[in-house]
């Protein structure tokens, strides 16, 4: 089995990198536990303790998963076209925005109806912000990071703006209106915590972009320009297309995020004043994941114990919050410097390499 | 109100808003026209902002903390350098990174020098200075960052320096062929984007205000790069974007005094918007240089 073989030291191969990325992170992340003069085995206990220590705390970090998982998509899937869409922040935000006012415009509906709506409402929504910079990318040859930040600013302040003139609770409360009843997941899978099905929803479009991207031919297209522009257009794939349709597919998997994270924890348009950091977490994941749908998925998990668990650690163990942040800023600086590992990697004697 | 009060308070708060994204934006540009993208400016200016503010309150001297900043700056933009030039990191992740690793380390050091909630006690700040007609005083990192643009535009337009900063922007290979170490050059670029962008942060925590709060630059860093390309990576330009930009924060403050009712955030979005249509092309087209985000190997 020559072949399968090559297959699992290819996936092998894959995990080096993020692994030692991860290691490396929460080494750093003891020197700074240190430096609070905490105990780093305490410290992660707690945090190990807090994410799998009882049923509701595993289902409450399933919670903070299913957004990343979202996010991370959308990263991955616009990396494999070459596209670095740092605007999911924004996408997610105007797909929250039209989420929250089809449930509440829409809430005579059955549910059968208005909860593939509300969704539909963020889908197109995200898609449609994330098409601008596609778009610009495209045909005005507009960087799409520098783009995508605008945007964001923008959705951020466009979204306070609509909401605060033309869609605020009419009793007072901050934020948009409540959406109805009917538009809203249900939680509590887990008895004690707020998981809800939007899981088993992004678990489902988890596979359905492995399906995209691996099974399929515009797919196979966008991965080609991803790889390398010039050959695929050489060969016939239009590059100016499948930035595009890259974006569009991306913006709708953040739009989802917003309308799902709308529909199962907030059930409104919440006033906020910044980001929801969805967006930020979302690019560690897809690099930890190695931008494979199924590594999204591992990766959301690790983001989301740590955010989550990092929160208990600060009220059990004592330690700043902010070395999670840290320790997620060391992560992806490690992994965005692939080069030492692989400069590690060279330093070994020829031969041997050739004999691997 | 009175209209000389008025136009005062405008040119105040344009200026006030203008500064730490002027010397930002110049930050930005050094390091892109030397073809390394720094999206970090955020991260480094909170580094920076902090770095100004322990420094102050440990010496009690605006101008010891001023250096603590630029110091720290130089070490995250070293960082950046590292990874970008030699490890050929994707440069924009590096920089996201760097921007949580700013917000993130400056949390920490918060929480464990000071404990108070996010907020650092009152230090001295940078004094106010010169008795200008209608305006007054002004605080002496808006001078600093008048002085800091027009050197730059020398540096960069009038000298063999800039000239050959420019060219590893634009085409490195050339730039290497005729004898320019690209490298050297790209650590210059990346190096003075951590200077400036600390001197940035070092003008909120110690020049507008007289201390640190737990994410003060509030994404002042992503406006800097807007600005940036707005003045089409130019010095002068920088600044007059930054002036453009500050105008319009101006006005929405002065629109809430005078109870006029424009929703502020249409003055918030302003500048993103007006970017967004100059890297259309709508309003002149912005064009960034050539090699910039792609790390250049030298060839054996």
């Known amino acids: ?356 | 109100m009175d209209i000389v009060v008025l136009f005062s308070a405008l040119v105040t708060a344009t200026l006030r808003y203008a500064t730490p994204l002027m010397l930002a934006g110049l930050g930005g540009m050094f390091a892109e026209r030397s073809g390394i993208i720094n999206i970090g400016l955020e991260g480094t200016m909170m580094v920076g902002a902090w770095a100004a503010v322990y420094g102050s309150f440990l010496s009690g001297s605006p101008w010891v903390g001023l250096l603590c900043a630029i110091v720290a700056g130089l070490v995250v933009a070293a960082m950046h350098a590292v990874a970008s030039i030699h490890w050929r990191a994707n440069q924009v992740v590096s920089g996201t990174a760097i921007n949580l690793l700013g917000a993130g380390l400056t949390e920490f050091a918060m929480s464990k020098i000071w404990e108070q909630a996010g907020q650092s006690p009152r230090v001295t700040a940078m004094p106010e200075v010169v008795n200008l007609p209608i305006v007054g005083k002004l605080n002496l990192f808006i001078y600093i960052a008048f002085l800091l643009v027009l050197i730059s535009q020398i540096a960069l337009w009038k000298t063999p320096w800039g000239l050959r900063l420019r060219a590893c922007g634009e085409h490195p290979l050339a730039a290497d062929t005729v004898g320019i170490n690209v490298i050297k050059m790209r650590w210059y670029g990346t190096l003075l984007s951590g200077f400036f962008a600390a001197v940035a942060g070092a003008s909120l925590s110690i020049g507008m205000v007289s201390r640190f709060t737990n994410g003060m630059t509030s994404g002042r860093g992503f406006i800097a790069l807007a600005a940036m390309i707005f003045g089409k990576w130019s010095p002068g330009g920088v600044m007059l974007a930054c002036l453009f930009f500050g105008l319009s924060d101006g006005l929405a403050t002065i629109c809430q005094i005078e109870g006029i009712r424009i929703a502020p955030e249409f003055f918030n979005m302003a500048p993103y918007v007006i970017t967004i249509l100059a890297l259309a092309g709508v309003v002149g087209r912005s064009t960034p240089p050539a090699a910039e985000g792609i790390p250049y190997e030298k060839a054996h």
């Open chain 1, 1 to 356: 089995m020559p072949k399968a073989g090559k297959a699992l030291r290819d996936f092998l191969g894959e995990l080096t990198v993020p692994l030692l990325a991860i290691v490396a992170g929460l080494l750093v992340g003891v020197i700074f536990i240190l430096i609070a003069g905490k105990n780093p085995i305490a410290a992660y206990g707690a945090l190990l303790e807090s994410v799998i220590g009882a049923p509701h705390k595993v289902g409450e970090t399933l919670v903070s998963t299913v957004p990343l998982i979202f996010s991370g998509l959308a990263i991955a899937l616009a990396f494999r076209c070459g596209l670095f869409n740092i605007g999911v922040e924004g996408q997610l935000m105007v797909g929250s925005l039209a989420t929250a006012w089809a449930g509440v415009v829409f809430g005579g509906l059955p549910w059968y109806l208005l909860m593939p709506l509300c969704i539909l409402f963020g889908v197109v929504t995200g898609a449609a912000w994330a098409g601008i910079s596609g778009l610009l990318k495209a045909y005005r040859g507009v960087h799409e990071v520098i783009n995508s930040i605008m945007l964001n600013y923008t959705a951020l302040f466009l979204t306070h703006y609509l909401m605060t003139e033309h869609f605020r609770d009419a009793t007072g409360k901050a934020g948009s209106p409540p959406m109805a009843e009917a538009a809203l997941f249900a939680q509590g899978l887990i008895p004690g915590s707020r998981l809800h099905a939007g899981l088993f929803l992004a678990l489902f479009v988890a596979f359905l972009a492995w399906v995209f991207l691996w099974k399929t031919p515009w797919g196979y297209e966008i991965r080609a320009v991803g790889f390398a522009p010039g050959a695929a257009e050489y060969g016939g794939i239009s590059v100016k297309w499948n930035i595009v349709l890259a974006m569009l597919i991306s913006g709708a998997l953040a739009g989802m995020a917003g309308a799902v994270q709308t529909m199962a924890i907030s059930g409104k348009f919440p006033d906020q004043s910044s980001f929801s950091g969805y967006g930020l977490d979302g690019i560690a994941v897809a690099l930890v994941g190695r931008n494979h749908p199924g590594g999204v998925v591992l990766a959301a998990l690790l983001f989301a114990a740590l955010d989550y668990g990092g929160r208990n650690m600060q009220a059990v163990a004592e330690v700043p919050k902010a070395v999670i942040m840290v320790v997620q800023g060391a992560i992806i600086f490690f992994v965005a410097a692939e080069g030492i590992w692989r400069m590690m990697k060279n330093r070994k004697p020829k031969a041997e390499v050739k004999t691997a």
